[in-house]
């Protein structure tokens, strides 16, 4: 937030007027404040309180020409005027004059360098430059000045989500909310922060209170959407949206959000219109042009590519994940143009920046598959065997990222009887609360060895307990959260009738789709270095060859995205019967299903079966040594076998 700067002293013979008005300026009655004003300037034209308080009045009511005129008048007559300068500066940035407002705060700086109002505006408009650094440490600055200084706060959070660091951000609006527990904006960016945490609960608690304060709170608005939204709230998140944009038609971020909601439901041509009411209010904004390429193919002849390639001119002025979001629909656009060569180099810059943003431990990352082969032995699985809960409910359906595994969902959801919940992280989490109510100090694969009949019991019953909340009637809830495979002994323990889908893809074309996706909110760290995707990969082969040797033979189904795309009947005849399921013939028109569906593969799965998917990989052979290298025989078998065998 940035605040017109308080009020100058008055002085000369004018006081009693001049005092009068501010008087009736802090009451809010604007006209009669902005009618004394006048008068005072009428016979005195260069008095410079008069000038630089409806200057501010001015700036209050939006009238930001007129603001920037009277306040440039005031400091005609004296440029030592900390606050006008800084009053000055928000006008130019509201009139989209960047450069000149920045040089307005640093003059103000220079002027009184421990102005801390200065250097958080100063710091905005940094961040809206994408200088995220600078910005940072004018914050810093400011907050050196005035710890308590609750706007810099919460300004500084903003910093610190764009460089994804969320938990240091949480805690930065977090000491704003503690300082002035009725702070709109803080609260409203504490609820982001929580979002992209994946705390939606928390995130709404957040975001209620900012409205509650301030029932226009359009930010706020806009991220209740989406937290609603996580919470399978679609309609209220939808109202919330459009009473955002009601309050700020220009608000590009809210036509982004109402967009993405549209494009979950299916409602594609919804979703475009409304991605281009995004793009018209905002064009350089790269954030709506990377869901219009997700949201739909690019075909020769669309003028947003061309604005898209002008934008990245000038990328290095855009913060940091806009310059990701430009690269990463640039490559779409190209790739859907059939042009690899233009395609490659902006995947490639899309993921050195992307990944810049990302901390991932790879060798932790590694030894956490081999300590799973480590703890789930033969023998253990044998000497845990027959505790658990029994429902048939669960269905997981497990594989790596971009293997097909919410094409397979997607066919289950069209079965009357199958609720699909997608991507839940409900088995980490009953894992998680376990080990809080029993006070299990040891982690995850290690606790294993700890439980008794018992509490794997307890671990199946309160998965269930989560899921049956999903739907009260379905008689098969599915998960289909890919990384699950890294539960499977554990899900067996657990949940010993669970149905476990496995989907398999060809290696290279799993491994380049995952390089090829800008994931929301780095959501699978190793996506953005082709070397890190396939020593994943290869991790991920070794560690389903152990489950298939540890589990029973008939506990796990696996399909084959090929097999699938060339006799969808066959195989999804086999899916169904899997689950315990009569026949539906629906299960064939799964792009009908009526559901939300929140992955990468938004827009595929609301189309009939298609191959062109199968050795798309083929195009960008040229350019993806590094990971032929990493994938090991996985690539040699791919490269060798036309369509890619696994």
């Given at each position: 937030?940035?605040?017109?700067?308080?009020?100058?002293?008055?002085?000369?013979?004018?006081?009693?007027?001049?005092?009068?008005?501010?008087?009736?300026?802090?009451?809010?009655?604007?006209?009669?404040?902005?009618?004394?004003?006048?008068?005072?300037?009428?016979?005195?034209?260069?008095?410079?309180?008069?000038?630089?308080?409806?200057?501010?009045?001015?700036?209050?009511?939006?009238?930001?020409?007129?603001?920037?005129?009277?306040?440039?008048?005031?400091?005609?007559?004296?440029?030592?005027?900390?606050?006008?300068?800084?009053?000055?500066?928000?006008?130019?940035?509201?009139?989209?004059?960047?450069?000149?407002?920045?040089?307005?705060?640093?003059?103000?700086?220079?002027?009184?360098?421990?102005?801390?109002?200065?250097?958080?505006?100063?710091?905005?408009?940094?961040?809206?430059?994408?200088?995220?650094?600078?910005?940072?440490?004018?914050?810093?600055?400011?907050?050196?000045?005035?710890?308590?200084?609750?706007?810099?706060?919460?300004?500084?959070?903003?910093?610190?989500?764009?460089?994804?660091?969320?938990?240091?951000?949480?805690?930065?609006?977090?000491?704003?909310?503690?300082?002035?527990?009725?702070?709109?904006?803080?609260?409203?960016?504490?609820?982001?922060?929580?979002?992209?945490?994946?705390?939606?609960?928390?995130?709404?608690?957040?975001?209620?209170?900012?409205?509650?304060?301030?029932?226009?709170?359009?930010?706020?608005?806009?991220?209740?959407?989406?937290?609603?939204?996580?919470?399978?709230?679609?309609?209220?998140?939808?109202?919330?949206?459009?009473?955002?944009?009601?309050?700020?038609?220009?608000?590009?971020?809210?036509?982004?959000?109402?967009?993405?909601?549209?494009?979950?439901?299916?409602?594609?041509?919804?979703?475009?219109?409304?991605?281009?009411?995004?793009?018209?209010?905002?064009?350089?904004?790269?954030?709506?042009?990377?869901?219009?390429?997700?949201?739909?193919?690019?075909?020769?002849?669309?003028?947003?590519?061309?604005?898209?390639?002008?934008?990245?001119?000038?990328?290095?002025?855009?913060?940091?994940?806009?310059?990701?979001?430009?690269?990463?629909?640039?490559?779409?656009?190209?790739?859907?143009?059939?042009?690899?060569?233009?395609?490659?180099?902006?995947?490639?810059?899309?993921?050195?920046?992307?990944?810049?943003?990302?901390?991932?431990?790879?060798?932790?990352?590694?030894?956490?598959?081999?300590?799973?082969?480590?703890?789930?032995?033969?023998?253990?699985?044998?000497?845990?065997?027959?505790?658990?809960?029994?429902?048939?409910?669960?269905?997981?359906?497990?594989?790596?990222?971009?293997?097909?595994?919410?094409?397979?969902?997607?066919?289950?959801?069209?079965?009357?009887?199958?609720?699909?919940?997608?991507?839940?992280?409900?088995?980490?989490?009953?894992?998680?609360?376990?080990?809080?109510?029993?006070?299990?100090?040891?982690?995850?694969?290690?606790?294993?060895?700890?439980?008794?009949?018992?509490?794997?019991?307890?671990?199946?019953?309160?998965?269930?307990?989560?899921?049956?909340?999903?739907?009260?009637?379905?008689?098969?809830?599915t998960n289909k959260t890919p990384e699950n495979f890294t539960f499977l002994g554990l899900i067996r323990l657990a949940l010993p009738k669970a149905q476990i889908i496995h989907v398999r893809r060809d290696p290279v074309d799993t491994c380049f789709s995952i390089f090829s996706q800008n994931f929301a909110q780095g959501g699978v760290p190793y996506a953005y270095d082709l070397g890190e995707i396939g020593r994943i990969y290869r991790a991920y082969e070794s560690l389903m060859e152990h489950w298939r040797m540890v589990l029973p033979a008939d506990a796990m189904l696996e399909l084959r995205y090929e097999d699938v795309v060339a006799d969808l009947e066959t195989q999804a005849r086999r899916l169904v019967a899997h689950c315990g399921l009569e026949w539906d013939p629906r299960c064939l028109a799964f792009q009908n299903a009526e559901r939300p569906v929140r992955t990468a593969s938004i827009a595929e799965v609301?189309?009939?079966?298609?191959?062109?998917?199968?050795?798309?990989?083929?195009?960008?052979?040229?350019?993806?040594?590094?990971?032929?290298?990493?994938?090991?025989?996985?690539?040699?078998?791919?490269?060798?076998?036309?369509?890619?065998?696994?």
């Open positions: 937030m940035k605040p017109p700067a308080p009020p100058v002293a008055a002085g000369g013979d004018a006081k009693q007027t001049l005092q009068l008005a501010m008087q009736l300026h802090r009451q809010g009655r604007f006209d009669e404040a902005a009618r004394l004003y006048g008068l005072l300037l009428a016979k005195r034209p260069n008095d410079v309180d008069a000038n630089h308080m409806l200057g501010a009045l001015r700036l209050q009511q939006g009238r930001n020409e007129e603001a920037i005129r009277l306040m440039s008048a005031a400091l005609k007559v004296n440029r030592r005027l900390p606050l006008t300068l800084t009053n000055l500066g928000l006008a130019l940035e509201r009139t989209g004059q960047p450069a000149k407002a920045l040089a307005a705060y640093d003059e103000a700086i220079a002027v009184k360098p421990d102005y801390a109002p200065a250097l958080n505006n100063r710091g905005l408009a940094l961040l809206a430059a994408g200088r995220i650094a600078d910005a940072l440490a004018s914050f810093d600055k400011a907050l050196a000045i005035d710890a308590n200084y609750v706007d810099a706060l919460s300004n500084r959070g903003l910093v610190l989500l764009e460089l994804n660091r969320r938990e240091a951000a949480l805690a930065s609006f977090d000491r704003a909310v503690t300082i002035n527990p009725n702070h709109p904006d803080a609260l409203a960016n504490r609820g982001r922060a929580l979002l992209e945490l994946g705390r939606p609960d928390a995130a709404l608690a957040s975001l209620e209170r900012a409205l509650a304060i301030h029932p226009g709170h359009a930010l706020a608005l806009n991220h209740r959407g989406g937290a609603l939204t996580e919470l399978g709230r679609e309609e209220e998140a939808m109202a919330s949206f459009e009473r955002a944009l009601a309050l700020r038609p220009d608000f590009a971020e809210a036509h982004e959000n109402k967009a993405s909601a549209l494009a979950q439901r299916g409602r594609m041509a919804e979703a475009a219109a409304a991605i281009d009411k995004a793009i018209a209010v905002a064009p350089r904004r790269a954030r709506a042009y990377f869901l219009s390429t997700t949201f739909a193919k690019v075909k020769p002849g669309d003028p947003r590519v061309q604005a898209m390639e002008k934008l990245a001119q000038e990328q290095n002025a855009l913060p940091v994940n806009e310059q990701i979001d430009l690269n990463f629909a640039l490559a779409k656009a190209h790739r859907d143009l059939g042009d690899p060569a233009r395609a490659f180099p902006r995947l490639v810059e899309g993921a050195r920046l992307r990944r810049g943003t990302i901390a991932y431990d790879e060798t932790r990352a590694l030894q956490g598959f081999e300590r799973a082969r480590a703890t789930f032995t033969r023998e253990l699985m044998e000497r845990a065997s027959g505790g658990g809960d029994a429902s048939r409910l669960p269905v997981f359906i497990i594989g790596m990222p971009r293997s097909g595994t919410t094409l397979i969902e997607q066919i289950l959801a069209a079965h009357p009887k199958v609720f699909a919940a997608g991507e839940i992280g409900d088995f980490d989490k009953a894992v998680e609360a376990l080990r809080t109510k029993e006070t299990i100090a040891t982690p995850y694969p290690e606790l294993v060895r700890e439980l008794s009949a018992a509490q794997f019991s307890a671990l199946g019953a309160d998965y269930l307990r989560r899921i049956r909340a999903l739907s009260s009637a379905a008689e098969r809830i609301r189309q009939p079966i298609y191959a062109s998917s199968v050795g798309r990989w083929r195009a960008y052979e040229a350019f993806l040594g590094p990971l032929f290298e990493a994938l090991g025989p996985s690539a040699a078998a791919s490269r060798e076998m036309g369509k890619g065998a696994l």
